[in-house]
């Protein structure tokens, strides 16, 4: 296939923004979605959401996620991703290696967990007298938050639900497959088979991916959420090689799911101006975000304000099917503030007022603004 650099901005405008539709669907369509703790003016998860979920409004995965078929895991970042899936993540190796006293501890909390049925880290605290730990910040953590966190990783819990931001633990039981009357459907695929259908799903998720970015993705797959597997990182990316469609566009490989025609993708709205989340899918793979759009976007966050360039969070501001500058957003006093940067000038097209207007509208809706 013979495809150009623009043909393939627009497949992945036209696969990631979809005509918005509910959120079950969406979070189908998507795959994963990353989650972040930072509100600036609203978590990453539901900034990505907000364009692919009809009326969506900021917090309504944390209101619905106990209806929905999502857990809340560590994949390639921590995000959500279909329920039928996240068995392939484990038994996960840990990060940190737990001396016998402190599974001792851990057992307890299970136990606890498993009587009350949903805990929060708070009532974990009142019961349990753990002190503290280093964390990897260079602060101290609560033993018992560094607990729940371990046993969430490790795939003894899963994450019940979140009230107000903070998650409620509940116990994932896991069979016991020494048990001969455990379900024989509950028995451990084969690493290569579970490590295809993960790969898969980063494809979904964030297709069309340039080589580079997809041996980075494995690669994060592989540090993270399937680290017990690490050694089969080559094979893993070998197989991906074989298995989708591909093209080389100006030296580089392209890869997208099977059934996909790059050379024939048109967005649904494209006069529509989104403002796009740090880690939405069409921002994510920052060596992809600067072949379409010819400028380097960085997160800054976690910059040193003086070095900054474009702000704290700066939100990618696509327009027709380019990404023509930024945008850092905060409520004040009820009202949404926006501070607007573009890469060469404001667009004089006349249609681009209106459709600026129409989404800082959407935005503050979503906000709850009034």
């Known amino acids: 296939m013979t495809l150009r650099p623009d043909q393939l901005r627009r497949h992945a405008l036209a696969r990631s923004l979809f005509a918005p539709t ?42 619905r996620y106990p209806a929905l078929a999502i857990e809340e895991d560590f994949f390639v970042n921590h995000g959500f991703l279909p ?24 057992r307890a909390v299970l136990d606890f967990v498993r009587e009350r049925g949903v805990v929060h880290p708070a009532e974990v605290d009142a019961r349990f007298d753990h002190g503290s730990v280093d964390n990897w910040f260079g602060g101290r953590t609560r033993a ?36 001969a009357t455990a379900d024989a459907t509950a028995a451990p695929v084969d690493p290569q088979t579970a490590l295809d259908a993960l790969a898969d799903l980063i494809l979904k998720t964030y297709a069309p991916l340039p080589a580079p970015g997809l041996t980075q993705l494995i690669g994060l797959l592989m540090q993270g959420g399937t680290p017990q ?26 890869y997208w799911p099977d059934g996909e025609d790059p050379a024939r993708s048109r967005r649904h709205d494209p006069d529509r101006v989104c403002l796009l989340a740090p880690f939405d899918p069409l921002v994510w793979d920052r060596r992809r975000f600067e072949i379409f759009w010819g400028w380097p976007y960085r997160f800054e966050a976690y910059v040193p304000a003086a070095r900054r360039q474009r702000g704290h969070y700066a939100m990618p501001l696509l327009w027709r099917d380019q990404v023509i500058g930024w945008a850092n957003l905060k409520v004040v006093a009820g009202r949404l503030q926006t501070d607007l940067g573009y890469v060469d000038r404001r667009p004089a097209d006349p249609a681009f007022e209106p459709a600026l207007a129409d989404e800082l509208g959407r935005m503050g809706e979503f906000l709850g603004l009034a």
Do not use: C, I, N
């Open 22 to 63: 509910t959120l079950p669907a969406a979070l189908r369509r998507l795959g994963f979605v990353q989650a972040d703790p930072l509100r600036a003016p609203a978590k990453a998860q539901d900034l990505t959401l907000r364009h692919r979920v009809r009326d969506y409004r900021a917090g309504d995965l944390e209101r």
């Open 83 to 106: 329920r039928e899936l996240q068995p392939l993540l484990h038994p996960r190796e840990p990060r940190h290696v737990w001396d016998e006293a402190r599974w001792q501890q851990a």
């Open 144 to 179: 018992s938050t560094d607990l729940l966190d371990g046993l969430l990783y490790r795939g003894r819990l899963r994450v019940a639900r979140r009230e107000g931001g903070t998650r409620l633990y509940a116990v994932r039981e896991v069979p016991d497959m020494t048990d």
């Open 229 to 254: 597997w690490r050694h089969l990182r080559a094979a893993t990316l070998s197989r991906a090689h074989a298995r989708w469609p591909s093209a080389e566009v100006d030296g580089l490989r392209w």
